[in-house]
């Protein structure tokens, strides 16, 4: 609890993002953000899959700062990008075309988030796309990403709890719905492991956030 966490799947922190236990609606741990020089995952490179997929999962508990955060964003600083826009919604905008937008409405704070690159559609707390953009392209060579900072301007404010992105929905079956559901049990559902009557931190909390780069 309140530990400074020095490195994220495989990436070296940046400012002091800290570590604490029990924060989800299920008992799980959350790394904290607090802007400015709090960020990971700056250069990270992306391949392109045949199908030009690109997909992003993240259990995420953002602050209401009336301003822009990054999630995601190529290092260019051209599009696509995954942020929080200033009126609290999440934002995709791929390629050059129109983005898809929602809000979200998690219990506590706590979305599901899954961003969908080919098709420019947007699951928030859902198990099918509830927000669709127009103009999605996809992209065929690899590209370079920043995670929670725009090349270290717009940065994330709030906690994650989960970061995974894919570049093939092959990766993860094609199943949204199940990726979805599967984050819904692992984080907003609390768990009874140890018999004793009470869920509680202890029944459903690793050790470490599980977060991972790419997979």
Not at 19 to 46: H, I, K, W
Not at 107 to 119: C, E, K, N
Request: charged share 15%.
């Amino acid at each position: 609890n309140g530990s400074i966490v020095s490195t994220w799947g495989g990436q070296t922190a940046h400012g002091t993002p800290t570590y604490f236990a029990n924060q989800t609606p299920g008992g799980g741990p959350a790394v904290q953000f607090n802007g400015g020089g709090d960020r990971m995952g700056d250069d990270v490179s992306l391949p392109a899959s045949a199908a030009g997929d690109w997909i992003l999962v993240a259990v995420i508990k953002p602050n209401n700062i009336g301003t822009y955060h990054n999630l995601a964003d190529d290092n260019p600083q051209t599009l696509p990008m995954l942020w929080i826009d200033p009126g609290f919604n999440y934002e995709l905008n791929f390629g050059n075309g129109t983005g898809a937008k929602r809000a979200g409405t998690g219990t506590g704070g706590w979305d599901i988030v899954i961003a969908d690159s080919r098709l420019n559609q947007l699951f928030v707390n859902s198990t099918t796309p509830n927000a669709t953009g127009g103009g999605a392209a996809s992209y065929t060579a690899t590209k370079i990403f920043d995670f929670f900072s725009r090349n270290g301007g717009q940065t994330y404010q709030g906690m994650v709890a989960e970061l995974r992105i894919y570049n093939n929905r092959a990766d993860f079956g094609g199943d949204f719905a199940g990726l979805y559901n599967q984050m819904y049990a692992k984080w907003m559902v609390q768990i009874d492991a140890d018999g004793d009557g009470v869920a509680d931190a202890t029944d459903n909390c690793p050790a470490v956030p599980n977060a991972s780069q790419t997979n």
